[in-house]
């Protein structure tokens, strides 16, 4: 039997999305994660299809195969528990209508977990953050921008992730500003927001809110 040379082996092609900064979800461990390097072929071909990815939410790193990662978890939103904290998560295309699923898909969270408290801002939010990342983030077709939510200890956080390295900022004067007027509902009615670099993967702005769950 012929056995094949080194040379003859195939290296692993990277997927142009699996990159230092990208967020990816492991399919087999149902776990989103930062990127924070590639594995590149040294001495151990086994080596060179993993990921060296660090947890959403805080823990131990780890090494899965390039097979186990997705931009795209599962067609419908999922729920991540981690002792007291609760994660959703969803990434939606570059598409207007994504603006109403982004909202939909936060509503569906609230629900989840007994929150009636805000709601509206929320929501309201959300649409804006949503409408920004689609029109003033530089998406290309193809494009997609992610959706997280989090709640523990009467806090939810909303981030949304975007291509775009430009840090948005609330206009005072914002009446012909479609851009300005929409951070300065932000503004006005969250509690706190900012945004966050993400290495190349761009930045994600974020949305806090004091609430409190409904006796289910």
């Given amino acids: 039997m012929a056995t094949k040379s ?27 994660g930062t990127v924070m390097a590639v594995s590149c072929p ?30 795209v978890a599962d067609p419908e939103p999922f729920l991540v528990s981690a002792g007291s904290r609760n ?29 009636t408290q805000r709601r509206d801002d929320v929501l309201l939010c959300v649409s804006e953050l949503a409408t920004n990342a689609l029109t003033h983030a ?29 840090h948005p900022r609330a206009a005072q004067h914002c009446k012909l500003d479609e851009h300005g007027r929409g951070l300065f509902l932000v503004d006005h009615y969250s509690d706190k927001w900012g945004a966050e670099p993400r290495g190349r993967c761009g930045k994600a702005v974020w949305i806090e809110f004091e609430t409190q769950q409904s006796p289910s």
Avoid at 89 to 104: G, I, K, Y
Wanted: glycine share 6%; hydrophobic share 35%; with cysteine.
């Fill in 6 to 32: 080194k040379s003859d082996r195939t290296t692993p092609v990277v997927p142009d999305w699996l990159h230092e900064g990208a967020v990816v979800f492991d399919v087999r461990l149902r776990q989103w």
């Fill in 42 to 71: 040294r001495t151990e071909l086994r080596q060179a299809d993993r990921a060296w990815l660090r947890p959403q939410g805080g823990g131990r790193e780890w090494n899965p195969p390039f097979d186990d990662l997705s931009i």
């Fill in 87 to 115: 994660r959703m998560a969803q990434l939606f295309p570059n598409d207007d209508r994504s603006v109403s699923q982004a909202r939909r898909f936060v509503a569906v969270a609230l629900d989840r977990w007994h929150i």
């Fill in 138 to 166: 530089g998406m290309r077709e193809g494009d997609h921008f992610l959706v997280t939510v989090d709640h523990a200890d009467g806090r939810l956080r909303v981030e949304v992730y975007d291509p775009s390295q430009c």
